[in-house]
């Protein structure tokens, strides 16, 4: 008796195809987290199977900004796993998205039992993340400015761009955030909030 190459063939197609579906299925139901403040956002988290460790961070489906986001988290599992090699461990680094508007989003990254912080500030127009030297004019000395008004607030800087790269633009607001040990009056949470 010879084969039916042609029978076979089908029986192999719809195998195949039954398998296929089964896989999108059950890829389907795995629900989507989304943030409680923000339910059009997406929350993500990346984790390290060897201790448990993990960083979440929002997916704003805005795409040059969710590739920095992503690659953000991505670089502090990294920098954990070099960190803490094999040590079992339950912390997280868990976002806040601090303000979301038309023009700018800041989110805040802290990790469990620190005090140290990241707050980063995108322009959503441009999907790129913000520094200080994108709000002021680089003729002027608005980093001595900015450091005569913290030290007025007993805040310690050092006039560098650095100790004010940490803003949420709020209309014509600037709230900055300042890392504890800038400062000497330290809150509980780590970190201290001005206003300009």
């Known amino acids: 008796m ?15 195809l039954l398998g296929a579906t ?9 629900k989507k987290q989304y943030d409680t403040r923000y339910p059009d956002v997406v929350v993500k988290t990346l984790t390290n199977k060897t201790d448990g460790f993990t960083v979440n961070y929002p997916s704003l489906d805005i795409p040059k900004i969710d590739v920095i986001l992503s690659s953000y988290a991505a670089g502090k599992l990294a920098d954990h796993i070099t960190k803490h090699p094999s040590k079992p461990n339950s912390q997280k680094i868990s976002y ?26 995108f322009d959503i127009p441009s999907q790129k993340m913000m520094t200080i030297n994108d709000l002021f004019i680089k003729e002027t000395d608005y980093l ?26 709020l209309g014509d607001t600037l709230l900055f ?8 009056k330290t809150k509980s949470n780590g970190h201290k909030k001005k206003s300009v």
Do not use: W
Not at 4 to 15: A, D, E, M, Q
Not at 22 to 30: E, F, G, R, V
Not at 146 to 160: D, V, Y
């Open 144 to 169: 001595e400015t900015l450091s005569n008004i913290a030290n007025g607030e007993h805040i310690q800087t050092r006039g560098k761009q650095t100790d004010f790269n940490q803003f949420i633009v």
């Open 96 to 121: 806040e998205i601090k303000h979301f508007s038309e023009q700018t989003v800041s989110i805040l990254f802290k990790e469990d039992n620190t005090t140290a912080f990241q707050l980063l500030t």
């Open 22 to 30: 089964a896989t999108i299925a059950i890829k389907s139901n795995k």
């Open 2 to 16: 010879k084969p039916n190459y042609k029978r076979i063939f089908i029986l192999v197609f719809c195998l195949v």
């Open 177 to 184: 955030y300042m890392q504890a040990e800038q400062n000497l």
